[in-house]
């Protein structure tokens, strides 16, 4: 079975929950960390218990929102092993997929987007993974982790 996680702060609780229930209709097995309901919550808490939780294994691919998307993508791109990718149209969708190999998407319960989010997310999840040179600047990007 397909598999992903999902959480949010509070600035997308229910943007979250749409996502989820999404995913559950297209036959995704969904792990939601939370957090549910208006109490703030710090979205880099947030981001790392989503990373932690992928990086045990089994998932396809993670979400992650809060206001803005901002904040849970930053702090997700600072654990090892994670890309993770804020989209805002078709094509973001579909890049971050096909060149940069997104193992996390990132989306704001605050924005206004001119394309929904759903279809965003299928674009991403119909979207293969071009493989060639991208490969080796993936590798590249990786890397920094491992000397900076
Ligand atoms: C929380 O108010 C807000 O800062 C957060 O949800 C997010 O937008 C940060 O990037």
């Keep these: 079975m397909k598999k992903i996680v999902i959480a949010s702060d509070h600035g997308a609780v229910d943007l979250k929950n749409d996502i989820a229930d999404f995913l559950r209709k297209n036959n ?20 790392l218990a989503a990373c932690n939780e992928f990086k045990k294994g089994g998932y396809d691919f993670g979400v ?5 998307g901002i904040g849970v993508t930053i702090a997700a791109n600072k654990v090892k092993g994670i890309r993770c990718a ?6 973001s969708a579909e890049m971050a997929r096909a060149h ?3 193992n996390f998407i990132a989306f ?9 989010v759903h279809e965003m997310i299928e674009k991403f999840i119909g979207t293969s993974f071009e493989g060639g040179r991208h490969e080796r600047r993936i590798a590249k990007m990786m890397a920094i982790e491992q000397e900076c």
């Design 28 to 47: 995704f097995e969904v792990t939601d960390i939370g957090t549910e309901g208006p109490a703030a919550v710090d979205y880099p808490d947030i981001a």
């Design 100 to 102: 940069n190999n997104a």
């Design 108 to 116: 704001g319960g605050r924005i206004k987007y001119a394309v929904g």
């Design 64 to 68: 992650l929102l809060c206001g803005t």
């Design 86 to 91: 804020l989209l805002f149209d078709l094509y």
